[in-house]
């Protein structure tokens, strides 16, 4: 990229991050309230959290994400539900064979049963023809049919989507 296009995208990037920040009436737009105590005890907050990259460190900021945001919620009282959906090269992470934080998804699920792995079915037998053997998965992924299929239908109930 010429040093030109590192400006730009600095540029960029400052700007969407100056939106963020920018107070609601700055963004016209009101204040969105904050539901009271009784109001979110009672529900549960549901989050999908989408891996389809063969990178560790992609994989740990998903894990992390998880963890803070159930660990966020717990402090509070509140309920949550996490899953962490994964498919593509995203289907490392849960293979016992070659994931770079199987230890890591054990102790996560061993302390934190709010938090499910879910396997894209798809992808395993994508990767089973292609090496021509069986794909292993860590004991606590859930196998699902289709990954995208999962994280689509979580979302239309109303599920918030993540993508680290």
């Known amino acids: 990229m010429t040093r ?12 969407v991050a100056l939106f963020l920040v920018a107070p609601p009436a700055a963004q016209g737009k009101e204040p969105v309230p904050t539901p009271s105590a009784p109001d979110v005890a009672h529900k ?6 989408q891996v389809n990259t063969n990178e560790p460190a992609m994989m740990n900021l ?9 660990q966020y919620y717990k402090t509070r009282g ?16 849960l293979r016992d064979d070659t994931s770079p934080v199987k230890d890591r998804i054990k102790a996560i699920a061993d ?6 792995f879910k396997a894209c079915g798809n ?21 699902v049919k289709s990954g995208v299929v ?12 993540v993508r680290p």
Request: net charge negative; with cysteine.
């Open 111 to 116: 302390k934190m049963p709010s938090i499910s």
């Open 62 to 70: 998903a894990l992390n994400n998880a963890t803070n945001v159930e």
């Open 78 to 93: 509140e309920k949550v539900e996490i899953e962490v959906v994964t498919f593509g090269p995203g289907l490392h992470m």
């Open 150 to 161: 999962r994280v689509m239908e979580l979302q239309e109930l109303g599920w918030t989507y």
């Open 44 to 49: 549960a907050h549901r989050l999908v959290i």
């Open 4 to 15: 030109f296009g590192h400006v730009m995208r600095l540029v960029a990037v400052c700007m």
């Open 123 to 143: 992808t395993q037998d994508n990767m089973h023809k292609a090496e021509n053997k069986d794909i292993p998965l860590v004991a606590q992924a859930t196998l």
